[in-house]
């Protein structure tokens, strides 16, 4: 097997296959709190339990240059972040260039890291949340039920893939061309994307009685990804990407309950969602959108606190009385 990725700059070897075979102590993460994509990794990651076997560096959210993501000299300089634990790099690239000292590609978070082969396994996300799905449950405690929390069941599949076909391109994505298009008629065109693919979601929760995209009672894959780009959407999305359409929290009623669930109530996900990072990455990345790197105060709170009338409300709907 290749020590290199492909032309798309992509490692994607998997994670207990005969040549990465899992073992405790053995891999590495590298992740950057402000990408929602390698926040998908930290969420799955947290709700598993896999912490032990899998510990992380974490990069700046900003200055990002020619050289990469940047780590921190000291666990203090920006907090959140951490020194490189393996090499003590001063940027993500020299991770890559360990792999593949003619690497060209992007430096792109996140990665894995094997290192008994002093290698990337994999650097494409939704690689690794399939991986971490199911990869460490043998080393979980045999009473511990995350060894049975499956965020991709074999019945669900197939609608799992459908949602993701839409939902990718829509909203997880969709944010990025609406924010990055250079002409008006772009702009407009994938703005409207992603407000219809937010209605859709809308929907989607409103046709059952429950807190999870699928009616499942703990969240699937799907629940995940949405998850990372909507806590980023009201708190900078909306105004850096100028989707100003509707907010979350006024515009989508069911949507925001879900996320203040997903925030507040599942363990691990509010404790690696780092607000400072997430809005001091987007301010201070793109001169184009932001020439004076001004970072927006608010909103206030980013995510309103999971109430006692939320709790009746669930318990009325579980019930069957609305």
């Known amino acids: 097997m290749p020590n290199y990725p ?15 075979p899992v073992e405790p102590d053995r891999y590495h993460l590298y992740v950057g709190l402000f990408c929602p994509f390698a926040h998908r990794v930290i969420v799955t990651r947290e709700l598993k339990g896999l912490q032990e076997f899998l510990p992380m560096s974490i990069v700046k ?8 993501w940047r780590f921190p000299a000291t666990d203090d300089e920006y907090p959140g972040s951490t020194v490189d634990h393996l090499f003590h790099s001063k940027f993500l690239h020299e991770v890559y260039f360990k792999s593949d000292n003619e690497y060209k590609g992007k430096y792109s978070v996140p990665v894995l890291w094997d290192k008994k082969k002093n290698q990337i ?3 494409e996300s939704e690689d690794i949340i399939r991986m971490l799905n199911t990869a460490f449950d ?14 991709y069941p074999p019945a669900l599949k197939e609608k799992i893939d459908e949602i993701n076909s839409w939902m990718m391109p829509g909203l997880n994505t969709g944010v990025y061309k609406a924010g990055f298009a250079s002409t008006q008629e772009d702009y407009e065109k994938n703005a409207r994307i992603v407000f219809e693919t937010l209605d859709r979601l809308e929907k989607m929760l409103a046709d059952h009685r ?3 995209l699928l009616a499942t009672p703990n969240p699937t894959e799907v629940d995940t990804k949405l998850y990372t780009t909507l806590v980023r959407f009201d708190v900078i999305y909306q105004q850096h990407f100028k989707l100003m359409t509707r907010s979350i929290r006024h515009g989508y009623p069911l949507l925001y309950r879900w996320l203040k669930n997903f925030y507040w109530n ?24 932001n020439p004076k790197s001004i970072t927006p105060l608010g909103p206030e709170p980013e995510v309103e606190p999971w109430t006692e ?3 009746e409300w669930w318990m009325e709907e579980i019930a069957g009385v609305r």
């Open 121 to 123: 396994v994999n650097n």
């Open 210 to 212: 429950h807190l999870y």
């Open 6 to 20: 492909p032309s798309d700059g992509s490692w994607r070897h998997t994670l207990g296959s005969p040549s990465f």
């Open 61 to 68: 959210a900003y200055p990002k240059d020619d050289g990469g």
């Open 309 to 311: 009338q939320d709790d």
């Open 138 to 151: 043998d080393y979980l405690p045999k009473d511990d039920p995350r060894r049975e929390l499956n965020f």
């Open 266 to 289: 599942l363990e691990g996900v509010k404790e690696t969602t780092n607000f400072k990072h997430i809005k001091e990455n987007y301010s201070n990345s793109h001169l184009d959108i």
